[in-house]
């Protein structure tokens, strides 16, 4: 029989799968965790209780969250919901306007900013910018390509095969136009057509096969024999909208379109609405096709060291320094995919781009290799792919280096990332509801929350403990605590002065206040929990015992005030100094930095049970540094 003394200095491998738990080999394993519930990983590797949610506001309906950031002192929440945009400055309303999109085409909507501007793209609906001309004043209007002496130029394609021709009656004017093949349907009426490179605008269709059009600025064909040499506007109401939009080097880049999915284009250097391919000079339009062995329609484009072009089958660099219509390089990296079910935007974490893969399971680092000169996906969920359930929405948090990931089933998980110290953690964060939306917008880290089907708006927030939390200013009149509308017939946790005060159920938005001179935080308590990986076959002398007990666990602790520890025999609580809620605000618990040692007893088969458990259901804080367990081993 031996005495051990295993220490657990770090948490920064995060939570670690259940298929996992045979790899005691990994490095991960000896920093991971079996169970991270509600705490957030540091880039030291200690464990805290996670912030709670202060509430922003109420939604009428379910919103994707966006962040628009005009500059450090100027930034903006957008909750975009069926036929309505509303904008939140400081978590305040400032505007609201309406939009084109509906409850169901939410999910596909695609979007990138440039100074004041937001371009918002869907398949089915025509892209609008979405412009800032003050806090309270934003306008929507449908893209506007550059026209120059009543020439648009936008792009075109010809959506019928290389030999259909198209016979114009005459050379100037109104023209009609006869098809060799069905070309024209009711809808290209007010669309651009150019044929022979001179733009007309069909004016009525007669047919199938005939259409009338009346030519441009008093432009000229050169003659009226059939050609083929024709196209149409490459985005109508017909042929469908961009897909997905960016900048890259001075120029707007568009990924995709419904009907031609696999196509990129790229504006005129310095001039965004124009895609006049010219001549190809180094500063006019770019266009091609991505062509492989696979379906390769745009889901993303993402400006990074290079254009990245995220498709549903593989992933693209776009290269040259610059890009230009001679110098363009295109190769595919890698073969991941990305989801075709819903857009889920790519983020940029330390210079690599962060993807979710087509599986739903997967979060990819694409990060470009110098040695290899290409670009590797990484699976930084590879440890925890039971945390990536089939993400809708990612978004990074660069100050407290959170990647927030938000998944179908209502869960959130975390990753805390460093690649330069190697930390890539997972953890899981719940709440009464389920989490739908997620955007950082100025350093704060804002969520779309549903319960009971109501919607809310609700920011991570440190000097709060609860979930949908207000902070409410003492008492006065009747003795009550009001304004909690948005909690009635829930069950929430009130803390005053650094003091739960217990659990009260609003009604009509009130409470009788206990405490009334005392200004007093109100929400939903959550359950956070921490439980360790099995010893390791080398913490217990290089072999796995047929038994072993744990004798003491002491754990060191940072600014925290309470701890509730379940060492096999249940959980008890760690004593911490105790208050009376209703005198002793002044002397509430005082954070406890230092060790915090539990005796345990019993015997128990080595396997895969832990030997301890830390559960935090109190709203109070808790940081967590180390473990050292003292074990004995019977061989």
Request: contains cysteine; glycine residues 8%.
């Amino acid at each position: 029989m031996t005495v051990l003394r295993v220490a657990k200095t770090s948490f920064a491998s995060g939570e670690i799968g259940p298929a996992m738990l045979g790899r005691v080999d990994l490095r991960a394993f000896e920093n991971g965790a079996r169970r991270l519930r509600n705490v957030v990983v540091e880039p030291s590797g200690a464990v805290r209780r996670r912030p709670g949610l202060a509430y922003v506001a109420g939604l009428p309906a379910r919103a994707r969250l966006i962040a628009f950031e005009f500059n450090t002192e100027q930034a903006y929440l957008l909750a975009l919901l069926a036929g309505e945009m509303r904008v939140f400055r400081d978590g305040v309303q400032v505007a609201a306007f309406a939009t084109p999109w509906t409850d169901a085409q939410l999910d596909q909507v695609v979007w990138t900013q440039s100074a004041d501007t937001l371009l918002v793209v869907h398949p089915e609906v025509e892209p609008r910018n979405i412009t800032r001309t003050s806090h309270t004043a934003w306008t929507v209007e449908p893209w506007s390509f550059f026209e120059e002496k009543g020439i648009r130029y936008q792009p075109y394609h010809k959506f019928a095969a290389d030999a259909v021709t198209l016979k114009p009656s005459a050379t100037t004017g109104t023209v009609t136009l006869a098809a060799s093949a069905d070309v024209f349907v009711a809808g290209h009426v007010g669309l651009r057509f150019r044929v022979q490179q001179k733009e007309l605008t069909i004016s009525a269709v007669t047919g199938p096969r005939n259409a009338t059009g009346t030519l441009v600025s008093g432009q000229t064909i050169p003659d009226s024999s059939a050609t083929a040499d024709w196209e149409e506007a490459a985005f109508s109401v017909i042929r469908g909208w961009p897909c997905s939009v960016t900048f890259h080097q001075d120029r707007l880049v568009i990924g995709g379109s419904r009907d031609l999915p696999n196509r990129l284009w790229l504006s005129k250097s310095g001039d965004l609405f124009n895609f006049d391919l010219g001549t190809g000079l180094d500063d006019e339009a770019i266009e091609f096709t991505l062509l492989s062995d696979q379906v390769n329609a745009i889901r993303h484009v993402f400006s990074g060291r290079h254009l990245q072009v995220f498709t549903s089958g593989a992933e693209w660099m776009v290269s040259g320094e610059p890009l230009t219509p001679e110098n363009v390089q295109l190769d595919r990296q890698t073969r991941i995919g990305s989801p075709a079910a819903r857009s889920v935007r790519p983020r940029d974490v330390d210079g690599a781009t962060l993807f979710v893969g087509r599986g739903g399971h997967d979060l990819r680092e694409f990060l470009f290799a110098d040695g290899e000169q290409a670009y590797q996906a990484t699976d930084l969920a590879l440890l925890a792919p039971h945390l990536v359930q089939d993400p809708v929405a990612i978004d990074y948090d660069p100050d407290d280096r959170l990647l927030h990931v938000v998944n179908a089933d209502g869960s959130l998980a975390t990753l805390t990332v460093y690649r330069a110290e190697q930390v890539t953690a997972w953890a899981l964060q719940t709440t009464q509801g389920a989490f739908r939306s997620v955007a950082v917008a100025s350093d704060q880290s804002y969520v779309a929350v549903e319960r009971d089907g109501a919607w809310s708006i609700e920011r991570f927030d440190r000097t709060f403990s609860t979930d949908a939390a207000l902070r409410l200013a003492p008492a006065a009149g009747a003795g009550e605590w009001t304004g909690l509308s948005h909690l009635d017939g829930k069950a929430c946790a009130f803390v005053g002065g650094g003091v739960p005060l217990g659990t009260f159920v609003p009604a009509s938005g009130a409470v009788a206040a206990t405490v009334p001179s005392v200004e007093v935080e109100a929400g939903l308590p959550f359950l956070a929990e921490i439980e360790p990986l099995p010893p390791t076959p080398a913490a217990t002398g290089g072999a796995t015992p047929r038994s072993l007990r744990l004798i003491e666990a002491s754990f060191r602790l940072l600014d925290s005030r309470q701890m509730r520890v379940d060492t096999g025999a249940g959980p008890i609580d760690v004593p911490f100094r105790s208050f009376n809620a209703a005198t002793a605000f002044g002397n509430a618990v005082a954070a406890f930095t230092g060790e915090k040692r539990v005796r345990a007893l019993g015997w128990r088969r080595a396997g895969v049970d832990a030997l301890w458990r830390i559960e935090l259901p109190s709203p109070l804080p808790f940081t967590l540094l180390s473990v050292t367990q003292e074990m004995k081993v019977n061989d």
